[in-house]
């Protein structure tokens, strides 16, 4: 397997950690990036001190600004944000050779078609097979080589087990999954619930409350979740529960941080503009809405965070409208 080339595509703070990821593994890795500048001191430093400050990049790996270059490899892992994901891959198509596996890596549902990263790969990359990663893991984290478990998710169970094979080292294990759906909506999700706790944080509500939201936000993570499809028990797991607890509750993550600092009362439009920090709860929050209407699924929370960020609810007025729903049973 050492001969396995990899082409991992986004010069972030993730593309840059699963680079890392597969050059510990014992692959053969280049990484694309778009930034001439960060393509650059990959080369030469081996940091990438704008999305990783601190951290030596050890094992190196090679660094390019040319797609086709980074796409002569025999899998794929596609590291931008979510809402890039598509012209990545458009652009990334007559590069790739048939057969190819193509990993993405971004936690969203797209903008506008509702698709979920799997179905983006399908329609733009038709003859190579999609698959997923997702779970608790900060990029910084993972760069640092701090013990970290994931899902790598693919309709192919062998190929969610070979990517998995491809990818694992000491501090890096990757659990297969075939609940493509499942495991794409929990890694989604969790960035919205993620943003409502860091509100409730940054407005001093208090641990109970916390701790409140984030059983409820998991719920209707699962409401959805099972609404398109997924199966009941992927969202007990690492992409699901584990990556809400992370996100809900650590200041490491920048979508817990966009949620403390909209709860103590910062623009939002400040918090999300020009030059802000990646938080793709703040995208995927109205889609997810928009998708739930579709099937019929109630999601006061998403809801509330979305009305939050679109500037049509105060925080205050959204705790309010979340305590005084109807009463209903728990589990529903
Ligand atoms: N960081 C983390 O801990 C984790 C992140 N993820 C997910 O990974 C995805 C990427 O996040 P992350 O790397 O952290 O984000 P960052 O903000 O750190 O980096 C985003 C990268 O994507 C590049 N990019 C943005 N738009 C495009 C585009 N249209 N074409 C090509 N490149 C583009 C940026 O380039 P430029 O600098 O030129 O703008 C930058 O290199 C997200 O979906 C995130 O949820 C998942 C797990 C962990
Ligand atoms: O997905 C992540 C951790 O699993 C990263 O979370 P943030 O994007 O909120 O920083």
Not at 84 to 108: C, E, F, I, S, W
Not at 141 to 167: I, N, Q
């Amino acid at each position: 397997m050492s001969g396995i080339r990899v082409g991992v595509f986004g010069g972030g703070a993730w593309g840059t950690a699963l680079a890392l990821v597969a050059a510990r593994a014992g692959r053969t890795v280049t990484l694309w990036a778009r930034d001439p500048d960060v393509v650059a001191e990959l080369g030469s430093a081996g940091t990438n001190a704008k999305f990783l400050p601190g951290i030596r990049l050890d094992p190196r790996f090679g660094a390019t600004g040319d797609l086709a270059a980074a796409a002569a490899a025999d899998i794929l892992i596609a590291a931008v944000p979510a809402q890039a994901t598509r012209g990545l891959l458009r652009d990334l198509a007559a590069h790739v050779r048939p057969g190819v596996p193509v990993l993405v890596a971004a936690k969203g549902i797209e903008r506008g078609t509702d698709a979920l990263m799997t179905e983006i790969v399908a329609a733009e990359l038709p003859g190579r097979p999609a698959a997923v990663l997702s779970g608790p893991s900060f990029a910084d984290d993972v760069a640092r080589g701090l013990p970290t478990a994931l899902t790598v998710a693919a309709a192919d169970g062998d190929l969610a087990e070979r990517l998995s094979a491809a990818l694992v080292s000491p501090s890096f294990r990757p659990y297969a999954a075939t609940d493509v759906v499942g495991v794409q909506v929990g890694g989604a999700l969790k960035n919205v619930i993620a943003i409502a706790s860091g509100i409730v944080v940054g407005r001093g509500l208090g641990a109970s409350a916390q701790a409140a939201l984030t059983a409820r936000g998991f719920a209707e993570l699962g409401r959805l979740a099972r609404a398109l499809g997924a199966e009941p028990e992927t969202l007990m797991g690492l992409s699901g529960l584990g990556d809400l607890v992370l996100s809900a509750t650590s200041r490491q993550s920048r979508n817990f941080s966009l949620g403390i600092g909209i709860g103590e009362g910062r623009p939002v439009a400040a918090l999300t503009g020009t030059g802000a920090k990646l938080a793709e709860g703040a995208f995927t929050a109205s889609v997810a809405l928009d998708l739930a209407q579709r099937h019929g699924v109630d999601l006061p929370i998403t809801g509330a965070v979305a009305a939050v960020l679109a500037g049509r609810l105060s925080v205050d007025a959204a705790v309010e409208g979340l305590m005084t729903r109807p009463l209903r049973r728990e589990g529903t």
